[in-house]
């Protein structure tokens, strides 16, 4: 017992992450809390999720906020990520598009796959900015390539549908393939419609370079 209290008390962080995992959240609420204060920018972004979720304090979604813009501030991903997420469909806060955007901006800057799925949906929805298709396939393929599923499957829609340009069979199904091995099951949505124009040939060349990407983790894929 000594042993462990002497690990908890030099490695809050640590001892808060565990009792979050194990589901204690009144210990992570108390490992977290100091050091938030503190400044640290993991610590707010947990103690933000904590707040938001209800987990070990009574939820406010304000005071989540809160920690995720200090969090994101500090240069933290999750944090901005979070705080986008919150003004994007005005939890805690009004929708307020532009600062979502803004801090879904922040966050790609250490190459989040979330937050530049959130680019690509507000480029291809027009939520705060004008629709643009090529660059909402930009975002959903930077995210797509590392492995974000829902953003493989609105690239693979783009394709498919022709949003941007020509509309491609093929490569959707490729796309959309890939997304299902990330655990996308809708993506028959685009498999089904793409595989009635694509001779058996095309399909299963199509299903070989979908192995082929997913394996080679998202280096060998079509762009």
């Known amino acids: 017992m000594l042993t462990t209290t002497t690990v908890v008390m030099s490695d809050p962080l640590t001892a808060g992450k565990s009792a979050v995992k194990r589901g204690d959240y009144s210990i992570a609420f108390r490992a977290f809390s100091p050091l938030a204060n503190e400044g640290n920018a993991e610590a707010q972004a947990y103690l933000g999720n904590l707040y938001e979720q209800g987990f070990g304090v009574l939820q406010d979604r304000k005071v989540a906020l809160t920690w995720y813009e200090k969090a994101g501030r500090a240069g933290n991903a999750q944090g901005q990520h979070n705080a986008g997420v919150f003004h994007f469909e005005g939890r805690g806060v009004e929708k307020n598009y532009p600062a979502a955007y803004e801090w879904f901006l922040r966050a790609t800057d250490s190459d989040y796959p979330p937050s530049e799925y959130m680019l ?9 900015v004008a629709v643009n298709f090529e660059r909402a396939r930009l975002w959903f393929l930077k995210a797509a390539k590392q492995g974000y599923a829902n953003a493989q499957f609105m690239y693979a829609y783009m394709i498919q549908s022709g949003e941007g340009e020509k509309s491609d069979p093929p490569k ?15 993506a028959v949505a685009i498999t089904v419609p793409a595989s009635m124009t694509m001779t058996e040939l095309e399909i299963s060349t199509a299903e070989r370079i979908a192995n082929e990407c ?9 762009e």
């Not at 690509?120 to 705060?128: A, N, W």
């Not at 997913?214 to 079509?222: E, G």
Request: proline fraction near 3%.
């Open 172 to 186: 959707a199904m490729v796309w959309a393939l890939v997304s299902e091995k990330n655990g996308k099951s809708d």
């Open 214 to 222: 997913y394996q080679s983790n998202y280096q060998n894929c079509p």
């Open 120 to 128: 690509g949906l507000m480029y291809h929805q027009g939520h705060g």
